[in-house]
């Protein structure tokens, strides 16, 4: 095992535990304390209100979730490019568009939260619009669709099962979890999928972070 494809697994699993954090955080505290409830007004003084738990959620999601997963892609594609360099190469290059998207949300979410924050305090009606145009960009961004992501692990997978590379179970999984971060991109499958492709990746990600440990 190198020291690269040690840090790697490392990556893969910090990058499980912050989709499980932003996902336990949502459901136990933002949710129940009127996170995404009620007009664009209210939901910009939610964020007035609660503007350090809601810059920590954005740092784990997007900050911290994007520096691991350029060191994962690029341990993956380590381990894959001398049995398929092509499929190594084309599923890199969407990991770090993936995580170059994550990264921009995140550092637009924080710098949204301020400035819809201090809006707030004089001007709440506009602060809801500034809110729903900058949501708009983020969604667009990162949220809106798993474009990026689905191709990353979908071409990952394929490459490493067609190189017999990881373990069957865990490619098929991979396919399944890019399979549905493609179908995202259809309106009336994506709150299912989007679903899926999220709680999906908490596994995957913990599951290539062991192999790449153990390997």
Not at 86 to 100: D, P, R
Not at 153 to 177: Q, T
């Amino acid at each position: 095992m190198t020291d690269f494809h040690k840090f790697g697994g490392i990556a893969g699993l910090i990058a499980a535990g912050t989709y499980l954090f932003g996902f336990v955080l949502l459901l136990s505290v933002l949710e129940p304390a009127g996170y995404g409830t009620g007009d664009i007004v209210t939901q910009a003084k939610f964020m007035a209100e609660n503007q350090l738990t809601m810059y920590v959620w954005n740092l784990v999601i997007w900050i911290l979730n994007a520096i691991v997963l350029v060191v994962l892609a690029l341990a993956t594609h380590d381990k894959l490019k001398e049995k398929s360099p092509a499929f190594s190469q084309v599923a890199t290059s969407f990991a770090l568009i993936w995580a170059g998207l994550i990264l921009a949300s995140g550092m637009l979410a924080n710098i949204s939260l301020g400035a819809v924050s201090q809006l707030y305090l004089t001007q709440p009606d506009q602060a809801g619009t500034l809110l729903r145009s900058l949501s708009l960009v983020e969604e667009g961004l990162g949220g809106g669709n798993e474009l990026a992501g689905g191709l990353w692990v979908l071409i990952l997978s394929w490459g490493a099962l067609r190189a017999n590379l990881f373990s069957k179970p865990l490619n098929y999984f991979g396919i399944l979890i890019g399979i549905s971060g493609l179908s995202t991109l259809i309106p009336t499958l994506a709150p299912i999928t989007g679903a899926v492709f999220g709680l999906g990746f908490i596994g995957w990600f913990a599951w290539i972070g062991i192999v790449l440990l153990r390997n």
